[in-house]
Structures are given as structure tokens and as C-alpha cells.
């Protein structure tokens, strides 16, 4: 199976304008917010145990941030995720620093029951969540990309499902097949929660191609990548980068993705 | 009863830069204090039932938003638009997606008994807030503005307040004067929590024009209007339109939004 | 004791980015996170108190800042403060508003038993945290700098920490040498939270020069201070300021730093 030119999960995206359920951390959600509608998502954020079941249930994707966890919250994921489970509807993990205290390790073992459609980290936490020894400082990738791969694509198969993982190269597998993805700019890390709001945003494109999660989900990292590209070419900082990545975002037309995509089937991994 | 020219509301906010009381959604909280900041009224955010009615009562004006609700926030913001109602601070009420869950429902059927002095919404959230069928998806407005002032007419003389109701066209109205407004951009729907923002921006107005809301409220819409239409006249997407915003905003002078507002009073709405 | 060339304290910060631990307000989040990572530190945000104290021990610098606070919070931030106190690590303190309520003040009283390595606040801030009788409009400066510099001298004495003041002019203290830091730009009190997030970064920059405070803090201020004029020397309002003044910290070197910075000793203030 093969995927397809990556500009058609963004053409789709554009016509469905799903409806994602951002339960994600303090510090993203602004962002997060502006990244899906830029790009052409419909993003809301709500998380109150009275009506979140009620929201899941008509959302047409849902992202679970864990970056500023607390208990209340932690309850409330379950229920969505839960409920995303039982109504189909497709949802995203985003681990953040699981490797860092025993309390995310323990809430994340408990989301997994609820089995993501994809899970989307950095080297550090892909690593952690596979139960290998890494311990991440915090919300960085300090282990290389590349010797995390084994625990991407052990992590998909063990899980039935997605797994992206994002660094310098960003990788995509469902544990069978498996695909790199190049670009981006070195100014992404100096830009907050970026990765928080690729993750819900492969929630608004894994909702608009259901039948498709893999190809989705690697074209949303190349939504960045390429945009990311763009926005780097003039800013001056991580300032005006990140104005200029909603805009590349906003002006990213399909065909231009399918064109300056640097997707690579990678065989053996 | 005529309105002032809008210009003088804005000349008299200036002046006092009244403190803005806001319980917003967590969305919303960084780009709504510098809204108010780039405009000239000074935001406090704080929600603490420990401290929510004291802080309230030393306020000008108070904003409450339903985004991001949860119970503790609910039961302050009861304490907070109570504490408002008996000292005589007026308070605009943003019901988001009021439609979408009975939760936010019967909420917002409790903080109007503490009769908010404006509301200020979409088409689909005053269609929901006035008891009619519409259920919004999300946040976003899904009926036509035009359908929906009927709505807003009847909540206005309903509760006794002014109601907002923003869109392509946004409305005023205090269920017997009625005003059309025109202006904005196209990208103002995809930056986030815009509509929030302006919210707590009517808070300011009607805090620095007591004497008369209806103006007061019109005026804050057309600074929207106005600072949209020259945010947008050099934007490259979304990212650089919220940039522009802002310094549109803090760029305006009064002269200027009299001159500029496309302001058009309605009869027999 | 004289204080080293301010660049050299921000070269160290670059070799070290230290992780800064912030627990701060909602608003302030987002930009606080940019902030620190434009200048070169790590920032995590996270505050339940089945993790707090586990992960402030594995920081290199905590930022405590009050803004909207409420009871878990404050708990864990006494957890955090605590944790702090007995692994060694500089902890800051911005006790937004402290004047406003008596729950801040109550909340500052038992902060303040956990040892700050530095306090940070403007002067109304500072002279209601040492208990004199001004007592602040929200989240502004209302007291003139200059007054309150006695307050910010005793501040110090007391608790046996370093004290900066902001304003106009900063100052900074630690009870016996006292400097005064001129420069940054009329818009930056037309921006929401840059103050939480220098004094989160100032977290970073004691972290990292942990045998010298005084000089860390006061080359913070600098920063802040030579980012601030040149951000404000294009900016058309305080949305392109914030956007510039990201990109200027990024771009500041630790020889422009030294070069630029408007540092004067103090004697017998």
C-alpha cells in the first residue's frame, strides 16, 4: 500500500474543517489553536467531566496533550478518550515528558488502554513510552531521532497504531511501513509547543481521512516541515518565525505540498 | 436617543483605563490582555473563590467567558457577576458554544439571573442563549447573522441588557435600538479567540462609558471593525493579521474610528 | 565585589540552558516558555502535586509567580518552594498583585518562609510585600520606582535575597549593593506578562551562574532592558514589539550585553 500525494489529505482536511477536541496543556492551547485554524482545522477546547463525554462524542477527532497534567484532568482524558473509543472517533497522544516523573508513566500506561489512533513525541518520550530506559530532561529530545526508531516502530505494532516521531528528521510508521520525513528549520525548538500543536492538528488530519491514518499523519508532519521551511526562510527569530509559520500555513496550497514534500519510504528500518 | 460619535467612547476609555476584571477561557487569557493593553484598558486575570469578590468590587467592569469551563470557575464566576450586580459593575456575559452541551446551558441560565449589563456572541450562541433550536458546533457561528437578530432582539428586552452579536455584520441592540456594523477582515475568523477578546474590550467601554452602554458597546465593535480592515490590508496570513491587530488597535485614535466606522442604524429590525 | 561584564553571566546561561521549572499564571504561560527560549533557557511547565516536588528537584532553577493563583496551585507551589529550599535550587518569586487581596498576601507570607533567591516585582509589588501601606491597582506599577527603592533595600535585608524592582528604571538589590539598569521602550507595559517572564528568566540566569546572583539578576534586567530598545526602534505597536523583542533576545550576544547595557552602581541609596 502506498500513500497518497501528500497534498490530498490537506485538500481534504480543507474541505472537511473538522472539528477537533484540544484537551491539551495550558501552554499550548493558544497556539495549538492558531496552528489548526491556519492551516484549516476547527479547533475547540473544553474539558469539564459535566459535558466532556457530550463533546468527544460529536468532535470528529480529539488531542490529549499531557504537558500540565493534574488530576481533574487526567480524569477527564479518560473519559474522552473512552468515549472516543466507543463512538470511533479518532484520537491523538501527545506524551509530553513521560519520561520525566512516574505520575505521567502511570497516566500514560492508562491512555494507552484506550488505544490511540497515533501517537506523536519527541525521540526522549517515543523511548519512554516504549518502557525503555531513556528518562527525558523535561519536554526536550536529548536522545537521537534515529535511535529511537526501534521504539517507534515497536511501539505502533505493540499498540495497533501510529506512531510519529519528530526531531531533526521526523519518522512515521504504523509498524509495518515506515517513512521519513525532511525539512523543517532550526527554529522550531525555539518556538514553545509547536510539537503540541502538530500533534492535534494530525488529530484534524487523521479525522479528515479516516480510511488513510498513515498517510495523514505523514502529511501533517510535511505541513510543517514544508511550512516550517517558508516561515524560516525570512524571520529574523523565533519571533517573526513564528508569525510567518501560521501564515506559510495559511497560504500552504495542496499541490505545493505534494511538490515540496521531502517524504522517503524507508525499507528495512 | 441618539449615539455619541463612536470616536468620544474611545477618547473616554482612553482616559480612564479602567481595570477589566476577566475570567476567561485559558485560550483566550494572553491574547485578550493585550488586546486590552494595545487599546487602553488595564486586564486583571484572577478567579480564586478566596479572593474573586474582593478583586471584583475594586474592578471598573468585569468579563466572563464560558470557554473553558469547569466547576470551581463557575462557582466563582457566580460569586464574581453577583458580587458585580450589588456594587454596580457592569458585566458582559461571552457564552461560548452555549449549544453545544446541557452543561453550558444550564450555566449560562444562572449567570443571567445576575443580569449581565451586555452579552456579546455569535449567531449560533445568542440563537442558543434566546432559547430557539440552533445547536452551534464548537465555536464557530453555523447560522447566518441576519437570522439570528430577531434572537437578539428578544434576549436584549428579555434580560434588560445590551446584546452583541458579531459576524460578517455584527449587531448592537438594547431591544429597541438597533445598530448594523460593517467592516473587519476574512482572516478574523481564523485567528483565535478574537471574538473573546472583544468581549472584555466591551467590558472596558461600558466600565469607562457607565452612562451609556449602547454606545459604548457599538463603539468597541467598531474598533474591531475598523483595526481589522487595516490589519488585514497588509496581512500575509494569520500570524501577521493578530501582529497588525494589535498595533491597529493601539494605532487608532478617535478621530479615526469616528471617521472610519461603518455604523448604520436599523429600523423595524 | 564588583559584577562581571553582564555578557559573561548571559554566555554562561547559553552553555548551560538550564531547565527553569515555572509554575506561573495562565496568561503568562506561553510567552514566558518563548521568552526563556529565545534567550537560550529550558523552560517546563508543570504544577500536580503527585509530581511537583519529584521534578523541581531535577531543575536547575524554579519560577514561582502568583497571577492566578488558587488553592492547588498555591499548595503546590509550597511544595515546590520547599523542595527548592532543601536540594539547593534558586528559586524566584513574583508576587503579582500581592497588594490587591489579602489572600495574596497571606499566600506571599508563607512563600516567603521557602527562601527566594530573588524576588521580582514592581514597586507597588515590592512595597505591599514589605508591608508597607500601598496597595495596587491590579497587575500596574502605581507607585513611583524611586520610593519604593527603600522598600526593596529592606525586602532584601530581610530575607536575605536579591530584590528587583522594575519600571521605568529597574533597580536591583541584595541589601547592600544596589544597581540601577536603565534602557528597554514605552511599549513594553502595552504587552501582557513580559514581567513574569523575566522574572522566569531570571530562574534561568541564576541557575546557571549560581555563585553569582546579584550579577545574574542584574544581567537579566540588562537583557530585557537592550532587547527592549531595539525591539521598540521598529516596532509599529506593542504586537510587532512583542514579536521583535523575541527576536532581538535570540539575536543579543553576550558582547552587545556588556557593550550596551546601562548599568550604574548606587551608593547610599
Redesign the interface.
Known sequence: MTLRPLGDYLATLRAATP?VHCMT???????T??LL??TGA??????????VA??TA?SAGLSINI??????WADAMLTATATAHEHGVPWVLDPV?VG?????QALCAKLLAAKPSVIRGNASEILALNGLASRG????STAATEQAVDAAIALAKKNGCIVAMTGESDWVTDGTQHYRINGGHPLM?????LGCGLSALVAGFVAANREAPLGATAATLACFAVAGERAGSN??????F??????????LTPDDLTTFSQLEAIHGA
Open positions: 472539528l496543556n495550558y501552554v499550548a492551547m493558544n497556539s489553536a492558531n485554524l491556519a476547527s479547533p475547540a477546547m473544553l474539558h469539564a467531566p459535566e459535558e457530550e463533546f460529536i504537558g500540565t497534567i493534574s488530576a481533574h515528558a520525566a516523573t512516574r505520575y505521567r530532561r523535561g519536554v526536550d525548538p525555539r518556538v514553545t509547543t524571520a529574523q527569530g523565533p519571533g517573526s513564528q508569525v510567518a509559520l501560521l501564515d506559510a500555513l495559511y497560504q
